[in-house]
């Protein structure tokens, strides 16, 4: 089977719950809401194919839409034709929803969703009570397990299952039970035993395959089951000559699988993609052969191959100075926030750039950066970059922690989270015309960050970072914190405030100043908000600013009106006989999972040397949310 675009799924409850409004019933009382109608009609669609006789729309049940959706897969409709009436819940921003079939919402619903409370069809849960994208995960949850269990039993028995729940369920409420029932009459005991955990334990299931060896005679294949519940796996062997032989490794086996010795060239797990399982990356062997795909751009990822991303960039910094370079992103998996957490696999990145420095015409220099889940269930993520410039060297390591209760927008209307962040850095800077010569610095670093974010674009955000480190002029502290806080009024008109605050010690290093003007290299020196060219000359040691804005909505782009200001204390002399910094202007900004942003602070009081106070300017920007 192939697969397109896998994130596919939580883009559409991304977007949908970002553009989604609340339902609303006309006068007949049809939803308006596509994806509302869309689960009425999958749902009576799937009672009258399973014959379900009885009057009881008032009660729901995961599994009429699981099976229409498993009916519409297995009979062709579904390799080619997107839910009709879905398309207006994702803005047309997300071109590959034309691609978008059952099929796809199998593969990821199978995976990175069954990692956490999203997939767990429990008798308790009152489906009809459940918000409108709850039930649609259930209903996709529900098709990825019944398809594992048609491929796993046949046809033919699953039809017995399917005609017992339906004639021994009383109501829908009790349909996954008689489901479990029938398996243990119709089926092993085992096998009912592991679908009863598959619906109900909320845990992941993965099979990886291990290793491949050459015996003198036979061929050995080692495999292993993860996770809490697992099915049994078809193995798929490719010969050298093109040659194709299918193997079951059992529910209940645990060791090696011997096959008869022949010149293997792949060996692949669950070919056709039955299994409701975690990752599938680790199904093939050899583990990169014909599974690496070059992707130029901002493509999206798959969830098969090891994917490499190409991403040309120019931009310029406050000086005036311009920068090219190129960026390089590989990795495993499906990287899904904000939609949830991160599942993304061994991420690589490698940038390249160049620019025009004070000493020489043009200079090249790069990052490599890795970050890997060290445990996904605990949201514990890793990160380590070396970065080496003409004037700049350095390393940097530190783990990521989600802590306290969180919510995602494919979990209802609401995003949330809180989490915490620490790293090591050292960093060396030794070009004598623009820093102190042979400059090394030592940092450690802190940062909190919670983020409370609603379908209708409502965003409380809030940050704060410490960082202690010695320098060259001895030990050195940076205390940083900010609040956003963004809403849309009326449905058309979307404004906001920022504020930000800090400190730091005199003895902080130039490159960690806050007066720094390089933006690129350290985020602890960016004057955030600010949309004015203003260049501060002199070290500081406290700062304050604010930035307020509003504007109107015009099909995905935001003409804005914006003023902001920052007082900063940069000769010692205190807040009340200091000068403060303002701007203000227009301009565009479109806001989804990225903000793009071209602006004109017409006005601002401290303009750089050589401009008046009125002039036209603009700035630019690109930031990946969140």
């Avoid at 017995?160 to 021994?168: C, W």
């Avoid at 002029?473 to 849309?488: E, H, P, R, W, Y």
Wanted: some cysteine.
């Amino acid at each position: 089977m192939h697969i397109k675009n896998l994130a596919n799924l939580l883009f559409i409850f991304f977007a949908g719950s970002l553009a989604g409004q609340t339902i609303t019933l006309d006068s007949t009382g049809t939803p308006e809401h596509p994806l509302e109608l869309y689960l009425s009609e999958i749902d009576e669609m799937g009672r009258t194919l399973s014959n379900w006789e009885a009057d009881s729309l008032d009660q729901g049940s995961w599994f009429f839409g699981s099976y229409a959706m498993l009916l519409l897969s297995n009979n062709g409709k579904g390799e080619n034709v997107p839910f009709v009436g879905l398309e207006t819940v994702v803005p047309s921003l997300w071109s590959d929803f034309k691609y978008m079939t059952p099929r796809y919402l199998l593969e990821l619903a199978g995976g990175a969703l069954s990692n956490g409370n999203l997939m767990s069809i429990r008798k308790d849960l009152i489906f009809n009570k459940l918000r409108t994208e709850e039930r649609f995960i259930l209903e996709v949850a529900g098709f990825s397990y019944l398809r594992m269990l048609q491929g796993t039993i046949g046809d033919s028995l699953f039809s017995v299952l399917v005609k017992d729940l339906i004639q021994f369920s009383a109501d829908p409420t009790c349909i996954t039970d008689e489901l479990i029932k029938s398996m243990s009459t119709h089926c092993c005991e085992e096998l009912a035993i592991q679908f009863e955990k598959a619906l109900t334990s909320s845990r992941w299931s993965d099979v990886e395959l291990d290793y491949v060896k050459t015996r003198p005679d036979s061929i050995e294949i080692g495999i292993k089951h993860l996770g809490v519940w697992h099915f049994p796996v078809e193995v798929l062997v490719i010969s050298t000559a093109g040659d194709s032989i299918r193997y079951t490794y059992g529910l209940d086996q645990s060791t090696p699988l011997i096959i008869p010795k022949l010149d293997v060239a792949e060996v692949i797990l669950d070919a056709d993609h039955l299994l409701a399982e975690y990752y599938r990356y680790n199904n093939r062997w050899p583990r990169l052969r014909n599974n690496v795909h070059i992707q130029p751009f901002g493509a999206l990822p798959d969830w098969t191959s090891y994917r490499i991303t190409v991403n040309p960039t120019i931009w310029s910094d406050w000086d005036g100075e311009k920068r090219v370079g190129v960026k390089l992103t590989s990795g495993f998996g499906v990287d899904l926030w904000p939609a949830y957490p991160s599942d993304y696999r061994h991420r690589i990145s490698l940038e390249l750039n160049g620019h025009s420095p004070y000493d020489s015409s043009m200079s090249w220099g790069g990052r490599i950066s890795y970050g890997h889940p060290i445990n996904l269930d605990n949201r514990l993520f890793s990160h380590l970059m070396v970065h080496y410039y003409d004037d700049w060297t350095g390393i940097s390591m530190g783990i990521t922690r989600y802590i306290g209760k969180q919510r995602f927008l494919i979990q209802g209307p609401r995003l949330t989270y809180q989490r915490v962040a620490v790293a090591f850095e050292f960093d060396k800077y030794a070009d004598s015309l623009i820093w102190n010569h042979n400059q090394s610095i030592r940092i450690l670093k802190g940062s909190y960050s919670g983020l409370s974010l609603t379908k209708q674009g409502d965003r409380i955000y809030l940050r704060s970072n410490a960082a202690s480190g010695r320098g060259p002029l001895g030990n050195f502290s940076i205390i940083k914190a900010q609040a956003d806080l963004t809403g849309v009024f009326w449905g058309w008109l979307a404004g906001g405030i920022q504020f930000v605050t800090g400190f730091q010690s005199e003895s902080t290093p130039d490159p960690y100043q806050f007066t720094h003007s390089y933006v690129w290299q350290d985020g602890m020196a960016a004057i955030p908000n600010f949309r004015g060219q203003t260049k501060l000359t002199e070290n500081t040691t406290e700062y304050m600013g604010l930035s307020i804005s509003s504007g109107y909505w015009m099909k995905g782009i935001q003409l804005k009106l914006f003023t902001s200001g920052m007082i900063v204390d940069m000769n010692k002399v205190g807040w009340d006989v200091v000068k403060p910094h303002y701007a203000a202007g227009f301009g565009f900004e479109h806001n989804s999972f990225f903000t793009a942003g071209l602006y004109f602070p017409l006005w601002q009081s401290h303009p750089l040397e050589g401009e008046e106070p009125w002039a036209w300017r603009y700035d630019a920007r690109l930031v990946w949310n969140l």
